[in-house]
């Protein structure tokens, strides 16, 4: 059991969650700018995305799709009849003053996903997804009293997928924005690549006395980007909110920022009327009519998800809960897998592999699991070298590495380096004659009944072939040959 | 609604506009005008007519997933009061 700051027998935690989640689309929500990450500032603009008056955006049908494909796969409803409004707000991130989002028609409701929660499976109800822009991204120059502002970001689409208040725990939360990573990811609407902010999440927490119904007075603490800020934030947040409540204060509505560098959460210095965002429908795009049949036609593109192939792993291939889950929490590694067992049909030897040595591999240089260095034949191969006896699980640890690092061909590897089991019984049953001959006084200690003498004879044998005879078959044969 | 003088003033706020008093008045004036008239749009009966969210009667207008060279920068930052490393710059401001 972790140990808390403060007291929490007495609170049950209540989380909620809004996860942006920009999509990898080429191109922006409402213009042809390109998306790519990483471009010098400023070179990815336009009239339309800087927000020049006069400009007329039109929509992206890809982030309509993305939606629909992301809706779906989270078991939502789609808002056939939707369309866009302005929140209007002024902040130099967005040129235009408003944001084009979706408040009264959002594109997907009533969904939800399943995650591990902290008493076994459970459902983490949406309460909706919609589509909006991104805005530009601002650097902070403390010593000139200045801003820089770089619109790149501006116009990139993003899906806000809102949770209901369903989890009690950070490890929820976390266990929630894996599941919806996953998701997207093998959806291909988004890489949900924290780090590059590709996926952020806005944490509501409130506590309430333990069993209550009521819910407490709930904070938002804003942008966090990665599983370890969300986490301590949330720790932090709860902390504070029950030291509140256990002084007699109360905990007040309001909007939050965690300094991941300090570990410390503050309020959000804001103006009274920030609030007020004066939505009204946007009137420079047209509304859209999302039909029966577009539904059905992504719907049968949407690929196997992550869920739904843990499921078929456990019982296919028999693998653990475990080894499934983290398979299958990188599309590119689980397919890989796939691509594996389909030539060889020993899904345990396959995942052990690259769950072992595959994964630190992969870690040590890296690498991510799109990029493995070797192709699935490779991997086959060694599999039904081990499978077959032919080579031991030293060898086979060594091989691995080797193909993975130098891409050589196993098979042929091993016959180069000599590296087989040596197979033949004729052969075995002359080394063990031999060794036998060769160490009379072993021979003696192990009929005088010092049965730890074998081991010495075993070892001797295992030597002479460097590791390559079954040590099983060798102690038979040993004490078959001496019992004479 | 009755647009008093504070709401006159709170939506000035919102819409980051000052008014001298006299522009007040006349802003109150307009404002309770419009609801004045939204009233009279009320009075219709609209039984029978569906909602719409918009004048024109299109849906669907979308682009395909395809980029187009964006602007040179140095035009997008010819917009900018002041630049540097390629960026638009303002004064410090913390949400």
């Given at each position: 059991?972790a140990?808390?700051?403060?007291?929490?027998s007495?609170y049950?935690?209540?989380?909620?969650?809004e996860?942006h989640v920009?999509?990898?689309?080429?191109?922006?929500?409402?213009?042809?700018?390109?998306?790519?990450f990483?471009?010098e500032?400023?070179?990815?603009?336009?009239p339309?995305?800087?927000g020049m008056?006069?400009?007329?955006?039109?929509l992206?049908?890809?982030?309509?799709?993305n939606?629909?494909?992301?809706g779906l796969?989270?078991?939502c409803e789609i808002t056939?009849?939707c369309?866009f409004?302005?929140?209007?707000y002024?902040?130099?991130?967005l040129p235009k003053?408003?944001?084009?989002?979706?408040?009264?028609?959002?594109?997907?409701?009533?969904?939800w996903?399943?995650?591990?929660g902290?008493?076994?499976?459970k459902?983490?109800?949406i309460h909706?997804?919609?589509m909006e822009e991104?805005?530009g991204?601002?650097s902070?120059h403390?010593?000139?009293g200045?801003?820089f502002?770089?619109?790149?970001?501006?116009?990139v689409?993003?899906?806000?997928?809102?949770?209901?208040?369903?989890?009690?725990s950070?490890?929820?939360a976390?266990?929630y924005m894996?599941a919806l990573a996953a998701?997207?990811s093998?959806?291909?609407?988004?890489?949900?690549?924290?780090e590059?902010?590709?996926?952020?999440?806005?944490?509501?927490?409130?506590?309430?006395p333990?069993g209550?119904?009521?819910?407490g007075?709930?904070t938002e603490t804003?942008?966090?980007?990665?599983f370890?800020?969300?986490t301590r934030?949330i720790?932090?947040?709860?902390?504070?909110q029950?030291d509140l409540l256990?002084?007699g204060?109360k905990v007040?509505?309001e909007?939050?920022?965690w300094?991941d560098?300090?570990g410390?959460?503050?309020?959000m210095?804001?103006k009274?009327n920030?609030?007020?965002?004066?939505y009204?429908?946007e009137?420079?795009?047209a509304?859209m009519?999302?039909?029966?049949?577009?539904?059905?036609?992504?719907k049968?593109k949407?690929?196997?998800?992550?869920?739904?192939?843990?499921?078929r792993?456990l019982?296919?291939?028999?693998l653990s809960?475990?080894?499934?889950?983290?398979?299958v929490?990188?599309?590119a590694?689980?397919?890989?897998?796939?691509?594996t067992?389909?030539?060889?049909?020993e899904?345990?030897?396959?995942?052990?592999f690259?769950?072992?040595?595959g994964?630190?591999?992969l870690?040590?240089?890296c690498l991510d699991?799109k990029?493995?260095p070797?192709?699935?034949?490779?991997l086959?191969?060694?599999?039904?070298?081990?499978?077959?006896?032919s080579?031991?699980?030293t060898t086979?640890?060594a091989?691995?590495e080797k193909i993975f690092?130098?891409?050589i061909?196993?098979?042929?590897?091993v016959k180069?380096?000599?590296l087989?089991?040596?197979?033949?019984?004729e052969?075995?049953?002359?080394?063990?004659?031999?060794?036998?001959?060769a160490n009379p006084?072993?021979?003696?200690?192990?009929?005088?009944?010092?049965?730890a003498?074998?081991?010495?004879?075993?070892g001797q044998?295992?030597r002479?072939?460097k590791?390559r005879?079954?040590?099983?078959?060798?102690?038979e044969?040993?004490?078959?040959m001496l019992?004479? | 609604?009755?647009?008093d003088a504070?709401?006159?003033?709170y939506?000035?706020?919102?819409?980051?506009l000052?008014?001298?008093?006299e522009e007040?008045?006349?802003?109150?004036?307009d404002?309770?005008?419009?609801?004045v008239?939204?009233?009279?749009?009320?009075e219709?009966?609209?039984?029978n007519?569906?909602?719409?969210?918009?004048?024109?009667?299109?849906?669907n207008?979308?682009?395909?997933?395809?980029?187009?060279?964006?602007?040179p920068r140095e035009?997008?930052?010819k917009?900018?009061?002041?630049?540097?490393?390629?960026?638009?710059?303002?004064?410090?401001?913390?949400?």
């Amino acid at each position: 059991m972790a140990e808390y700051y403060s007291d929490r027998s007495k609170y049950d935690v209540v989380i909620g969650l809004e996860v942006h989640v920009e999509m990898s689309t080429k191109t922006k929500i409402f213009c042809g700018c390109s998306t790519a990450f990483g471009a010098e500032p400023n070179t990815q603009t336009c009239p339309v995305c800087t927000g020049m008056p006069g400009v007329l955006p039109v929509l992206n049908e890809q982030v309509v799709q993305n939606a629909i494909a992301a809706g779906l796969a989270t078991n939502c409803e789609i808002t056939q009849n939707c369309k866009f409004d302005r929140k209007n707000y002024f902040y130099p991130d967005l040129p235009k003053a408003f944001q084009t989002s979706q408040l009264y028609l959002p594109i997907c409701r009533n969904g939800w996903v399943e995650i591990n929660g902290d008493n076994g499976k459970k459902k983490v109800r949406i309460h909706q997804i919609h589509m909006e822009e991104d805005a530009g991204k601002l650097s902070h120059h403390d010593n000139t009293g200045e801003t820089f502002i770089d619109y790149n970001r501006c116009g990139v689409p993003l899906m806000e997928i809102v949770s209901e208040p369903d989890m009690t725990s950070a490890t929820e939360a976390c266990a929630y924005m894996e599941a919806l990573a996953a998701i997207m990811s093998y959806l291909g609407v988004s890489d949900c690549k924290l780090e590059e902010g590709s996926m952020r999440g806005d944490i509501n927490v409130s506590i309430k006395p333990k069993g209550s119904s009521v819910l407490g007075t709930r904070t938002e603490t804003k942008n966090l980007n990665s599983f370890k800020a969300i986490t301590r934030a949330i720790e932090w947040e709860i902390d504070r909110q029950i030291d509140l409540l256990e002084n007699g204060e109360k905990v007040v509505q309001e909007t939050r920022r965690w300094d991941d560098e300090k570990g410390i959460g503050y309020t959000m210095r804001s103006k009274e009327n920030a609030h007020d965002y004066r939505y009204f429908p946007e009137p420079d795009l047209a509304p859209m009519h999302i039909s029966d049949e577009w539904i059905a036609e992504v719907k049968a593109k949407i690929p196997e998800l992550p869920q739904q192939k843990q499921a078929r792993y456990l019982n296919e291939w028999q693998l653990s809960e475990y080894d499934a889950g983290m398979i299958v929490r990188s599309k590119a590694l689980a397919l890989f897998c796939e691509e594996t067992v389909a030539l060889c049909n020993e899904p345990k030897e396959v995942v052990n592999f690259l769950m072992g040595d595959g994964l630190r591999l992969l870690n040590e240089n890296c690498l991510d699991a799109k990029d493995m260095p070797f192709a699935p034949k490779q991997l086959s191969d060694l599999v039904s070298l081990v499978v077959k006896g032919s080579i031991n699980k030293t060898t086979a640890k060594a091989v691995f590495e080797k193909i993975f690092r130098e891409n050589i061909d196993p098979i042929e590897y091993v016959k180069a380096n000599n590296l087989e089991m040596v197979s033949d019984e004729e052969e075995l049953v002359q080394m063990v004659a031999d060794v036998i001959a060769a160490n009379p006084k072993s021979v003696a200690d192990y009929k005088g009944g010092k049965k730890a003498a074998l081991g010495f004879l075993v070892g001797q044998i295992m030597r002479a072939t460097k590791g390559r005879a079954n040590a099983a078959r060798v102690n038979e044969l040993i004490r078959e040959m001496l019992q004479d | 609604m009755n647009i008093d003088a504070k709401m006159v003033d709170y939506v000035a706020e919102l819409a980051k506009l000052r008014l001298s008093e006299e522009e007040k008045l006349r802003m109150g004036e307009d404002l309770n005008n419009i609801l004045v008239y939204m009233d009279i749009l009320n009075e219709l009966d609209t039984e029978n007519v569906q909602a719409m969210t918009h004048v024109f009667d299109v849906n669907n207008v979308f682009r395909a997933d395809e980029i187009k060279a964006s602007y040179p920068r140095e035009e997008i930052l010819k917009n900018a009061l002041a630049v540097e490393d390629g960026c638009f710059v303002v004064p410090k401001t913390v949400e």
